[in-house]
């Protein structure tokens, strides 16, 4: 029956975080948006099916036209819980994880409130659903690693907070590694340097305290007191040692990344947390449209229970006391201090303190989001919470309960004016008006409910004393009622509240299906897919869906569905991974993209100033020229229509454009019986009326005829104008020609349809530009494919353009994530392999690492345009490899396996030093002689 009863509060929270996430875990439903979907779907879904083959998936071949991806720690590959749920449909473990990790999360915290500041268990519970169903973590759980690595934080401050009362400090090492390994393997680096920054500021408080409490100090004394710290650096390296097969390769690839040596001064200090937030964040959002890294509340019963905290620091000293003199071995001085430097550090660029650390602190300038720090308030005040209504048991006398009063009415009327404040002087739009009556209605009501206790505790202690004494057991479980409602309905719009069904990830969309076929039938081996597109359509079935979902999902819900199809219908990075289609694009906000692909895109592309993410489709303004699309073996272009446009009822594709200059251009038309030629132009510069062109047409009866092109209402940004003739007629080419006095007005072709004005038909003509494409899929998004087929491998000499190793006996006979073998054929011309200054051409990212053997024989690799893998190619060469071996995975399976053999040896000396000390206390033992 003990037993049961120390289990009964931990078995209720995990109860209470499966019915906040219902959705996800009895509901059959995921969250469909945002880093899940685009992220951490498919990451998670090629990882899993490395672990269910047995291998480990070193590189990743379809984003960034390719990467490393078991370095990218952000994958979180060897992470145990990743791995015990690789069986599961990947949709399905990631919403299990995350209901798994609020639970660890919450639990973590309820034994840090029991086992560390000694609580009892109604104020523990409090501190733990404050913790695992408060604001900030949940607001969290789009970012996968962050949460669970950041679910492991109270287990691991617990075990730094009972150092101070272990005789050995063995244990505590051996601890603190294990759960330090699995942040680290979790893979979120940010999440585990605030974990690390913490666990020192812990240890470092309680080291000050027990130098102060052992005064006049000794050497014993200032090592016993050293001991916190100990216990984590120590307990760092070795964990460090034990993830050594994860790290390694990551400092490998840390190395390579865009964003090594730091990010800038400005990039560090994005997403800092806004001041003119900091108020409405205290509170839940009930559909306040926030931020998710400013979320940050507690909840109205949280602010006033956490307030009752925080006034009860008594001993600042900080030490372990006798349980005679006090009920926690640690002041709740130590969470206070957790608030404000949490509370300080998430707001990053609004203090002085971020420059400095910026500059001095190791490590501080590797990360943005200095929003994220929030998670040291969370668990600070969630411990506040808990002192709070352990304070309510004890009662309270009538000074404390009139001083509780004042500053919660003070607190109040500071948060009102926060808000106001932010309204006046918030920088973003959204946060320039006051939010929705909703919201206020419910957080007025909350405030209102609160306050209304918060005074009756108050009066029932100064009247009557037996009306005091019935009632003193009642005021803390009404809180705690109070704080577990509140923070149960704010649960209902958490991101995790907010779930679609499977088939808004799992269903296929046209575009998608013809993508897949194509792969299929095997031309995606010698090309990769390239999407331009800003996400500003709607999908062509967006009434039958809001019609078969509107009964089950809510509006957002459906948003999310909508927006979830259009980025499969362009395949938005990183939906290529999820497919397994090789894409020219990606996206990573860690270590990834790397700095040879961040200089290579910039070539063409309108990128940022600072680091790159990647998401290249959102910095192209239209197709890059053909030399990039050869470089990047692009075979087929992705792009969606709210560029092209409709005039008189016609339908003009202006993807593509054409510069018309007096050199004649001719451009071949797709037969079709038309009378008329539309076309849509630009020239700027140009007046209503005024000739800036000329268009022959030639049609398939061998006859031509000559049309002049005059500039027309509106000029800009284009215009239309038709070539119209006599009777139905098949055109084959119209050759285009600027008018030479002209030239100060730059003219361009943006579009052509063909035109049949007698029943209204049309088909649109294809204006490629230097581009040979032909579109073979037009629906939501239209599909072009790439006619001349860049080679992915090619041949070059020293001073001539590649050839398709296909045009010299050549192909790709056998090809892995890891590994690629060109095979030449001993048909191949020798006139053409027979110049030993000829090298092959792997159109594949270069990276350490990437072994090439030419017949065998191991050849140095080089990178060429940039990016991309080259070899020397021999006369008479017959076969080449390129295989990734790197020596980093090698060298971190050695240092992991002494990492584990130190834990083990460790543990086997703990237990044998408990068994000693069992066998001293119990006695010899005890033998029976015979008579």
């Known amino acids: 029956m003990h037993l049961l009863g120390r289990l009964a509060w931990p078995s209720v929270l995990v109860l209470l975080v499966l019915g906040a996430t219902w959705k996800l875990t009895l509901g059959d439903r995921i969250i469909a948006r945002g880093d899940l979907l685009l992220y951490f779907y498919p990451l998670r879904d090629y990882a899993s099916q490395a672990i269910r083959e047995g291998r480990l998936p070193l590189w990743n071949p379809y984003t960034f036209m390719g990467a490393p991806f078991l370095a990218n720690s952000q994958v979180g590959f060897f992470y145990p819980f990743n791995v015990l749920t690789a069986w599961l449909p990947v949709e399905r473990a990631v919403s299990w994880n995350i209901a798994l990790h609020l639970a660890i999360a919450a639990l973590g915290a309820y034994a840090l409130a029991r ?30 690693n962050q949460l669970q690595a950041l679910a492991w934080l109270p287990l691991s401050a617990l075990i730094v907070v009972r150092t101070v009362e272990r005789a050995s400090w063995s244990a ?5 590694a294990l759960v330090l390994a699995l942040q680290i393997l979790a893979g979120h680096m940010q999440s585990l340097y605030i974990s690390l920054v913490t666990l020192g500021l812990i240890a470092l408080i309680l080291a000050m305290a027990g130098l102060w409490r052992s005064r ?21 390296i070795l964990a460090a040692a034990i993830c050594g097969i994860q790290l390694l ?58 307030l009752l905290g925080g006034l009860e620091i008594r001993d600042w000293r900080l030490g372990v006391q006798a349980r005679a003199e006090a009920q926690s071995p640690t002041s709740n001085l130590l969470p206070l201090i957790l608030v404000v430097i949490g509370f ?28 994220r720090w929030l998670v040291v308030f969370a668990l600070g005040a969630a411990m506040l919470v808990a002192f709070g209504v352990q304070r309510l048991q004890r009662g309270l006398s009538a000074a404390q309960a009139r001083d509780w009063l004042i500053a919660w009415l003070l607190l109040m009327g500071l948060w009102g004016v926060g808000v ?163 894409g020219v694009d990606g996206y990573d906000g860690g270590l990834l993209p790397t700095r040879r692909y961040a200089e290579f895109v910039r070539q063409f592309a309108a990128m940022p100033a600072g680091t790159v993410d990647g998401r290249l489709r959102e910095f192209l303004d239209g197709p890059p020229a053909n030399r990039w699309f050869e470089q990047m073996a692009v075979r087929y272009l992705i792009a969606d229509k709210t560029q092209d446009v409709f ?57 031509t005829q000559t049309f002049a092109i005059r500039a027309a209402e509106p000029i800009t940004p284009y215009f239309g104008t038709r070539l119209s003739w006599e009777g139905r007629k098949t055109p084959l080419t119209i050759f285009l020609r600027s008018i030479e006095n002209a030239e100060a007005t730059p003219v361009t072709l943006r579009g052509m349809t063909g035109i049949d004005e007698v029943d209204g038909t049309f088909l649109s003509q294809m204006v490629t530009g230097d581009h040979d494409m032909r579109l073979v899929h037009s629906g939501d998004v239209k599909i072009y494919e790439n006619l001349r087929r860049a080679p992915r491998v090619a041949v070059q000499d020293a001073a001539g353009a590649p050839i398709d190793i296909r045009q010299v006996g050549g192909e790709i006979v056998e090809e892995q994530p890891e590994f690629v073998r060109v095979r030449f054929s001993d ?105």
């Open 420 to 582: 106001l404040a932010g309204v006046r002087f918030a920088l973003e739009p959204e946060y320039r008006a006051l939010p929705d009556r909703n919201v206020m209605m419910g957080w007025i009501v909350a405030l209102g409910t609160v306050t209304v206790w918060v005074a009756c505790a108050w009066r029932l202690e100064i009247g009557d004393w037996r009306l005091n004494r019935n009632l003193q057991s009642l005021i803390p479980n009404l809180f705690f009622l109070i704080l577990a409602l509140e923070l149960l309905a704010a649960s209902q719009f958490q991101p995790y509240a907010r779930a679609s069904d499977r088939q808004a990830l799992i269903s296929l969309r046209p575009a998608t299906a013809h993508l897949l076929a194509e792969a299929e039938a095997g031309t995606m081996r010698t090309g990769r897919i390239l999407a331009l597109s800003s996400l500003f359509f709607d999908p062509g079935d967006k009434v039958e869906q809001e019609l078969l979902f509107g009964a089950s999902l809510s509006a957002d819900e459906i948003y999310d569905r909508l927006i979830a199809a259009k980025h499969k219908e362009i395949m938005s990075p990183n939906l290529s991974l999820y497919y397994r289609l090789p």
């Open 115 to 144: 086992r560390g500041f000694a609580l009892g268990r109604l104020a523990a519970f409090a501190g733990a659903v404050t913790f695992g169903l408060g604001g900030y973590l949940g607001a969290q759980v789009e970012h996968l």
């Open 172 to 176: 505590g090492v051996a601890a603190l």
């Open 827 to 931: 048909a191949t011309p020798q006139d053409l392999l027979s110049h030993s200054n000829k090298r092959l051409i792997l159109r594949d990212a270069c990276f350490p690492g990437w072994v090439a053997r030419v017949d065998g024989v191991e050849t140095p690799i080089v990178c060429v345009d940039t990016l991309f893998r080259a070899v020397a190619l021999p006369a008479g060469a017959q076969e080449v490899t390129f295989s990734y071996e790197p020596q980093s995975v090698r060298w971190g399976f050695m240092v992991s396996a002494a990492g584990v053999v130190l834990w083990l040896a460790l543990v086997s000396a703990r237990f044998k030093a408990i068994g000693a000390f069992a066998s001293h206390r119990l006695g010899p033992p005890i033998t029976l002689r015979r008579t």
């Open 249 to 306: 390769p990551t400092l490998e690839l840390s190395r390579e990344s865009a964003r090594a040596g730091g990010l800038p001064f400005n990039e560090a200090a994005s997403f800092s947390w806004r001041p003119w937030v900091a108020a409405r964040a205290l509170m839940p959002t009930y559909g306040d449209p926030l931020f998710p890294e400013y979320v940050a509340y507690l909840g109205a019963g949280g602010l006033a229970l956490a």
């Open 216 to 236: 006049p100090l000794s050497v014993k004394a200032t090592f016993r007191a050293a001991t916190p710290l100990c216990v984590v650096v120590t307990a760092a």
């Open 344 to 371: 300080v550090l998430a707001l990053g660029l609004a203090t002085p303190l971020f420059g400095v650390l910026y500059r001095f602190m190791p490590g501080f300038n590797l990360f943005r989001a200095q929003a």
């Open 647 to 703: 005039l008189d009822g016609v339908y003009y594709d202006l993807l593509f454009s054409v510069p018309i200059t007096p050199i004649t251009t001719g451009i071949p038309l797709r037969p079709f019986p038309s009378t008329a030629l539309g076309l849509v132009l630009s020239a700027e510069g140009a007046h209503a009326g005024e000739a800036i062109a000329t268009a022959e047409v030639r049609f398939s009866s061998g006859e």
